[in-house]
Structure formats: C-alpha cells, structure tokens
C-alpha cells in the first residue's frame, strides 16, 4: 500500500504565500514522478505542477513565475510554494504520485491520490 499525506493548505489574502506538503510512505521501489493539481468548484480538476524523477518541471501556465515545485527525494517528499496567491487559485489541492509499487518480483507502476488540502486565497 501507498500512502500520501497532503499538509499546507489554509486561508490567506490575495498577494499572500503558501506552502504545501506531500509525503509518501508505504511499499515504494522508486518514484517516478510527483505533483499538483487541483480543483474548484464546478471544474474540473488541472494539473498544478509536477516534478519528475530527473528533476524536471512541468506548470500550468496561470502558475508560472508564482509557484515552485521542489521534492526531497530521501524523503519521498514534494512541496509546492505559492507566492503571489490569488482568489482564482482557491480550490481544493491534491497531491498525486506515481510509483513502482507491489510484489517484490513483479513491481508495477501504480498512481495515487493525496486526500487533498483546502486553499482559499480571499480578495
């Protein structure tokens, strides 16, 4: 099994920071890719970011320039800071991973969900 533990979220004013976390324990060979999305009411749910295992980086355009994606591999963490919050980025955030996984003699690939984290950003 697989766990993701999401920290972070909360309320803060427009022009404010946040930054969330995500951890990942459980039967985990390797990590191949980390990352963000979220999702508002009435949409749909977007990627964020996301970080892959050789490091790089993908964004949603709304989110460049404002938010870095960083993961401590020895920790099976990533973290996403938010600078320069606005209200359109209130939504409910989901951290998501995929991982080789399993029996140790047949691992496979496996996605997972966070429980998602709440971030209200008011004008």
């Given amino acids: 099994q697989v766990q993701l533990v999401e920290s972070g979220g909360g309320l803060v004013q427009a022009g404010g920071?946040?930054?969330?976390?995500?951890a990942a324990s459980?039967?985990?060979?390797?990590?191949?890719?980390?990352g963000w999305y979220r999702q508002a009411p009435g949409k749909e749910r977007e990627l964020v970011a996301k970080i892959i295992?050789?490091?790089q980086t993908n964004y949603t355009d709304s989110v460049?320039?404002?938010f870095t994606i960083s993961r401590d591999n020895a920790k099976n963490t990533v973290y996403l800071q938010m600078n320069s919050l606005k209200p359109e980025d209130?939504?409910?955030?989901y951290c998501n991973a995929n991982v080789l996984t399993g029996a140790i003699y047949s691992?496979?690939?496996?996605?997972?969900w966070g429980q998602g984290t709440q971030v209200t950003v008011s004008s």
């Fill in 17 to 22: 920071s946040l930054r969330l976390s995500c």
């Fill in 26 to 34: 459980g039967r985990i060979f390797s990590i191949n890719a980390m």
């Fill in 53 to 55: 295992s050789g490091g």
């Fill in 64 to 66: 460049k320039g404002r």
């Fill in 90 to 93: 209130t939504a409910v955030y």
């Fill in 107 to 112: 691992p496979s690939n496996q996605n997972h």
